[in-house]
């Protein structure tokens, strides 16, 4: 292996490095596992400067730039707007937002009258929400944009990494899982390694003997639906901004002429004490799941009660996520030819188009001094503003969720729902 740079994971941070390396012109190599659960397999995400943490929007802001002018990226970005509705919890996000703005010189997000938000999709307005629209939130074709970057880095994937072999302050070879020879092993001494294998990330560490962040990567997931909309569905959503209510949901139109909505279901992010990263469950036949298609559809129904008789397709996306969902962007303190780059899942996505030059300039030694206080392998813990998304590192475990789940079906006495056959 001649290559400069061996990079262990194709989702978003592995993706986003390769581009920059090649746009360099440097030499490298992805080795990846095929991971259906990823949030890199989705079909749509949104890309939007605003957050209620300043050096947080800053980043933001700066993805936000490459999304809408890059000549690659913007193909697959549309700038479409978007209804975000707070409620008393999280009016404090509103203001710190506001506040940052005023410093990043931008016009406020005002209030809009809450008959705007009936107008517009046609639902009951809820009492206690304010409503705000966001003008230059955008839509991307998240599918086809990972498609294309798979082409545009022009580097084979390798099979997936088992585990790093370790020498005294390097890691010295990599143990690859290849599908017809079995095990086989390569050697990185003069490599950088930059692992980015999302919720594989710990699972590689452990069965190397490496220790990990000091804090921790905990394993977080989502549900996410996707609607199948007819004719009149499509043809009124593609003409509509994305709608987020805060704590509980976001709604997507449809990407690309499709006519497929999506629904990020950020009310229940929950975590897992099993090995789901082997074994992931039947979410099919899970009460915890058929709990939260209910309260979905309720939701659906009362907000935009035009999506009705839409069929529901349930997934989950799962990811290592770090503290505050702040990513881990450093040099292993023991190993100087690795880095680990992770743990920023959900909310970092957007970063795409940015995030992988700061992980070159880690593997080489040039991150600046803020970024590793805030990225880095002994990171700051005195965060005196808040960030992204608090709530999605704070879900329970799913068996927890379950059981609760299944003792309030029989308490009930009503059966699960089909899930395979589910209609809005």
């Not at 209804?83 to 931008?106: G, H, M, P, W």
């Not at 294309?148 to 990494?161: D, G, I, N, R, Y």
């Not at 499509?234 to 709608?243: L, V």
């Not at 309720?298 to 989950?316: E, N």
Request: a negative charge.
């Amino acid at each position: 292996m001649g290559e400069s740079f061996l990079i262990i994971g194709d989702g978003v941070f592995g993706l986003s490095t390769s581009y920059h390396l090649r746009r360099q012109e440097r030499q490298f190599r992805i080795c990846a596992k095929a991971e259906a659960h990823a949030p890199s397999q989705d079909i749509a995400k949104i890309s939007r400067p605003d957050y209620p943490g300043m050096v947080r929007m800053k980043e933001a802001q700066a993805a936000h730039k490459a999304w809408t002018t890059d000549n690659f990226y913007k193909e697959f970005c549309t700038k479409v707007g978007r209804v975000v509705a707070y409620d008393f919890e999280n009016s404090a996000t509103l203001r710190k937002i506001n506040e940052n703005r005023q410093r990043c010189n931008l016009e406020r997000r005002e209030i809009l009258d809450a008959r705007s938000f009936t107008e517009a999709f046609g639902g009951v307005q809820t009492s206690g929400l304010a409503y705000v629209y966001n003008d230059d939130d955008a839509l991307i074709d998240w599918a086809s944009v990972m498609k294309s970057l798979h082409s545009a880095v022009e580097s084979e994937t390798a099979a997936p990494v088992r585990k790093l072999i370790p020498g005294p302050n390097r890691v010295d070879a990599v143990v690859v899982d290849h599908p017809v020879d079995g095990e086989k092993m390569f050697d990185t001494t003069n490599l950088k390694v930059i692992l980015a294998a999302g919720p594989w990330a710990m699972t590689i560490l452990d069965r190397s003997g490496i220790d990990g962040p000091p804090a921790g990567l905990s394993l977080t997931a989502l549900l996410a639906f996707h609607l199948a909309i007819d004719d009149e569905q499509y043809a009124f959503y593609s003409a509509k901004p994305i709608f987020s209510h805060i704590g509980t949901g976001e709604i997507l139109p449809p990407v690309c002429g499709q006519k497929v909505m999506k629904v990020t279901w950020t009310r229940s992010p929950f975590t897992t004490v099993s090995d789901w990263l082997l074994c992931p469950p039947d979410l099919l036949r899970s009460a915890f799941v058929a709990r939260e298609v209910q309260a979905m559809r309720r939701w659906l129904l009362q907000s935009h009660p035009r999506l009705q008789k839409a069929q529901v397709t349930t997934h989950f996306y799962w990811d290592a996520m770090a503290p505050h969902q702040i990513p881990y962007i450093t040099r292993h303190p023991q190993y100087s030819n690795l880095t680990i780059a992770g743990g920023g899942s959900y909310t970092h996505g957007k970063d795409l188009p940015t995030i992988g030059q700061s992980i070159v300039e880690a593997a080489e030694g040039q991150l600046k001094e803020a970024s590793m206080q805030r990225h880095g392998w002994q990171r700051s813990e005195n965060f005196d503003e808040p960030d992204s998304q608090p709530l999605l590192s704070t879900g329970q475990a799913y068996e927890t969720l379950e059981r609760e789940a299944r003792e309030h079906y029989e308490r009930i006495q009503e059966d699960l729902p089909d899930l395979s056959n589910f209609y809005i």
